[in-house]
């Protein structure tokens, strides 16, 4: 099967630094494509030495709501750099009112910034909500959109959103954390997610699978990309549909999506 990973973040430090092993062990699963996001200044440059290096990288750069507070003066001309040179998907970016002590003020600010970016650009955006589902569904009915859509990465909203978010272009990403047993309600919701608008992630080095699932275990946890097949196989499990059948599906969403 090919296997689409639309949410990762293979430049973090935490994971070990010979990326072209990973990437091996990547390929081996049948891993084709992956979605490497930056989530601050410092990390964008990282991104896209990986995407000039490996094939199968598809940049993303964006400016993460946690990093928000530590932007420079020129982060949105530097942003614009670096879409222009990799003019292919913009993120991690969004909203978050869940991580303790974290300001949300001007969130909102530079979140609409780049996806007013996107939208001007067609490119995909990948974007992070924590706590702040209702806000984000007006903030999308109120601003312009990308025309190809948009990723709610590890989609842990309400169910009741899946209809009028995916109305307004939303793709939702299911992760391997999702397969642990307290998160049977988001298991749920995902079963409310159109078929076409389902994708797979491993969000690595976070969000692992449980330790059972786990297929290439890394050092203190962590979640090593090419855990993407076991994240496929908890999906069609959690889902009740064949694995091939699922594979296919998510290969089409993600091309559509994701095409450059």
Known sequence: ???FDAHNHLQDNRLPDDTASMMAECTEA????????????????????????????LPSFGLHPWFVHERSADWL?????????????????????????LPYDEQEEVFLAQLNLAAERNLAASIHCLKSWGRLLELLKENRTP??????????????????????????GFPGYFAHERKKRQ??????????????????????????????????????????????????EALGQAPESLANQVEENFLRLFSE
Not at 87 to 97: F, N
Not at 154 to 161: K, L, R, T
Not at 206 to 216: I, K, S
């Open 187 to 236: 298991r749920e919701v995902f079963r409310r997610v159109p078929a076409d608008r389902l994708l797979i992630e491993t969000d690595a080095p976070d969000q692992a699978l449980p330790g059972e699932r786990v297929t290439h275990p890394l050092d203190q946890g962590l979640n090593h990309p090419a855990n993407i097949a076991a994240v496929y196989r908890a999906a069609a």
């Open 30 to 57: 049948g891993l084709v494509r992956m979605v490497v996001n930056g989530t601050h200044e410092a990390d964008w440059e990282r991104v896209a030495d990986l995407a000039k290096r490996h094939d199968c990288v």
């Open 1 to 3: 099967m090919r296997l």
């Open 147 to 172: 025309d190809r859509g948009f990723l709610l990465h590890s989609y842990g909203g309400p169910a009741e959103m899946v209809e009028p978010l995916a109305n307004l272009g939303a793709y939702f």
């Open 77 to 101: 001309a530097r942003l614009v750099q670096h879409l222009d040179a990799w003019p292919s998907a913009v993120g991690e970016i969004g909203l978050d009112r869940w991580k303790p002590g």
